[in-house]
């Protein structure tokens, strides 16, 4: 049994963390994808119950997609967005919401992923 696994807030803490940082460092190759790797990451290394892996790596998705996008030039990215959600005919906060949320399920569908292997790994 792992130390991160001793308590759930602990577990949760660090699934947070792990997929944070793995997810942060995936997304910087510049392929949006990658941060299901970062959840499954967090779910091999912490190994606890599905439901905590689950809400803390979709926090973690909107944290890493917020860091990346603080991180971008303000104006270019105000322009960008505005002309994609006039493309797509909706506005730009939703356009932002949905950045958000698929990130975040990303990364949760990738902890999934991961408490699902993680018992077959074991044996």
């Known amino acids: 049994m792992s130390a991160l696994n001793n308590n759930q807030y602990v577990a949760f803490?660090?699934?947070l963390?792990?997929?944070?940082?793995?997810g942060?460092?995936?997304l910087l190759t510049g392929i949006w994808y990658l941060l299901t790797l970062g959840g499954f990451v967090a779910a091999l290394i912490?190994?606890?119950r599905t439901l905590t892996l689950f809400i803390s790596t979709f926090i973690s998705g909107i944290?890493?997609?917020l860091i990346y996008v603080i991180m971008l030039p303000i104006p270019a990215t105000d322009a960008?967005?505005?002309e994609v959600a006039t493309i797509a005919g909706i506005s730009a906060l939703i356009l932002w919401t949905l950045l958000?949320?698929?990130s975040a399920l990303l990364a949760s569908a990738g902890a999934l992923i991961g408490s699902?292997?993680?018992p077959m790994l074991e044996k």
Do not use: E, G, Q, T
Request: no cysteine; aromatic share 8%.
């Open 17 to 22: 963390v792990i997929a944070v940082v793995a």
């Open 80 to 82: 960008v967005v505005d």
């Open 13 to 15: 803490l660090s699934a």
């Open 100 to 102: 958000f949320l698929v």
């Open 116 to 118: 699902a292997i993680a």
């Open 63 to 65: 944290l890493v997609s």
């Open 46 to 48: 912490v190994r606890k």
């Open 24 to 26: 942060f460092l995936l």
